[in-house]
């Protein structure tokens, strides 16, 4: 009977973070034109929740750091690489085409909550500004379908649970980098 080591990664404020952004994006991206107030009461939402991280990407444990996860771009492009030619390096944290994922989401977010800001409440150009919101907002959905399209490509490439990682906040250890 072999033995499973796990080791905790996610701590409790990130997997929190995560599953309330989760939330906080689906319930104002539903009810952009229908229900205005909770519109703007979980976009509100998203962008604290946006300054908790970016905050806690600087003084969070290691695996929610940035300087763990951002990588140049040819570490990117070359894990891609690797892993569509299976044999890609299993990571403890982000992957770094996962930690590019998550600077695209933050951007995408960030500039949606902006934008909204704007339109709704600063009064700047409203079309202009919704527009350019409506953009982000979709764009953002679209990285999200990327983003769980690739939790599930690396969870089957490395025959681990992330979903189930992001609930408990543990990782199966492995040959890591």
Request: no cysteine; net charge negative.
């Amino acid at each position: 009977m072999s033995t499973i080591n796990l080791t905790k990664v996610w701590d409790p404020l990130l997997r929190i973070f995560h599953w309330s952004l989760v939330t906080a994006f689906f319930v104002s991206f539903v009810t952009e034109d229908d229900l205005m107030q909770l519109h703007l009461f979980a976009g509100y939402l998203v962008l604290g929740l946006l300054l908790f991280r970016l905050i806690w990407g600087l003084i969070g444990p290691k695996y929610a750091r940035f300087s763990d996860f951002v990588r140049p771009m040819s570490a990117i492009v070359s894990y891609l690489k690797e892993l569509m030619a299976m044999r890609a390096k299993h990571y403890l944290g982000h992957n770094p085409a996962g930690g590019a994922m998550i600077i695209a989401l933050l951007a995408s977010l960030l500039l949606t909550s902006l934008t909204g800001l704007a339109t709704y409440h600063l009064g700047f150009g409203e079309d202009f500004f919704e527009e350019i919101h409506e953009f982000f907002a979709n764009f953002t959905l679209l990285l999200v379908g990327i983003h769980v399209g690739g939790v599930i490509v690396s969870s089957l490439y490395h025959n681990e649970n992330l979903v189930r990682s992001m609930f408990t906040g543990t990782k199966q250890l492995k040959e890591m980098e």
